[in-house]
Nanobody
């Protein structure tokens, strides 16, 4: 499964961005997809995930600000990020795994290349 993340950029605090994760895999809808982020000097952490039944999970730090969604007809997963904060600055990765939700990055077999989000204060 090849994934391609896009949509990052430089924004100001309070702005919004939408990240996209694309794949050509026609069975993408059966995968759990997660958005992870890694800030300099920090561990890669799960930000949000969506499973094949469209159930979602979010890190506490982004609840009520970020929304993950998927469009299986287009083989796309999105991360809508609102009210961005400087601490959201990181490289964001989409990743996929067969099966149920898991918050460990080691359980995701397929990764996109990452897209940089920079939030200035």
């Amino acid at each position: 499964v090849q994934l391609q993340a896009s949509g990052g950029g430089l924004v100001q605090a309070g702005d919004s961005l939408r990240l996209s994760c694309a794949t050509s895999r026609r069975t993408f809808g059966s995968y759990t997809v997660g958005w992870f982020r890694q800030a300099p000097g920090k561990e890669r952490e799960l930000v949000a995930a969506i499973n094949s039944g469209d159930s979602t999970n979010y890190a506490e730090s982004v609840k009520d600000r970020f929304t993950i969604s998927r469009d299986n007809a287009k083989n796309m997963v999105y991360l809508q990020m609102n009210s961005l904060k400087p601490e959201d600055t990181a490289v964001y990765y989409c990743a996929a795994r067969m099966g149920i939700y898991d918050n460990s990055r080691y359980e995701y077999a397929y990764w996109g290349q990452g897209t940089l989000v920079t939030v200035s204060s």
